[in-house]
């Protein structure tokens, strides 16, 4: 995705190790994580911004490095599981609250063209986004306009 708007080359990433197991000095259980996962959720924490803080922090001081490799689901599957997940995925919510954040800018600076066409991308993303979540977990009707963007995200 990296040459979605450019014509530049993207930049190649690192590769995660590949592991099967949970490394020997990471020993939480894994009824732990999962109540952790959950408790941060309710503090309004993504599920990305989870992943780090259990890498950081861990349960009970002893870090997690993947919580997917320690319980045998996803960040995202444990929440589902537990009624905590958010309404929108939070590739689309970002995605939506920065082409929120772009419109008013451009409305409130209509000279600024560079984004304007930022804007135009961001939004271009977001209804690709939309096109591939529809009806499995959106709507199927759902449609992307600044002003759905925007109640979205002041419900929460």
């Known amino acids: 995705m990296a040459r979605m708007h450019t014509r530049r ?5 690192s590769d995660k190790p590949a592991a099967d197991e949970p490394p020997e000095w990471s020993d939480v259980d894994p009824e732990q994580i999962e109540q952790r996962v959950v408790e941060l959720a309710e503090q309004g924490h993504d599920p990305s911004q989870i992943g780090i803080k259990l890498r950081d922090e861990g349960v009970t001081g002893t870090p997690v490095p993947d919580v ?10 444990i929440l589902e599981e537990n009624d905590a997940a958010s309404e929108i995925p939070e590739d689309l919510r970002n995605l939506m609250e920065r082409a929120v954040r772009l419109r008013e800018h451009v409305q409130a600076n209509p000279q600024d063209y560079q984004n304007k066409r930022s804007l135009q991308n961001t939004e271009s993303k977001v209804r690709r986004l939309v096109n591939y979540y529809q009806g499995d977990e959106l709507e199927p009707d759902f449609t992307y306009s600044y002003d759905v963007a925007k109640e979205i995200l002041d419900e929460d």
């Open 9 to 13: 080359r993207g930049s190649s990433g």
């Open 68 to 77: 997917k490799l320690a319980t045998g689901k996803k960040i995202s599957e």
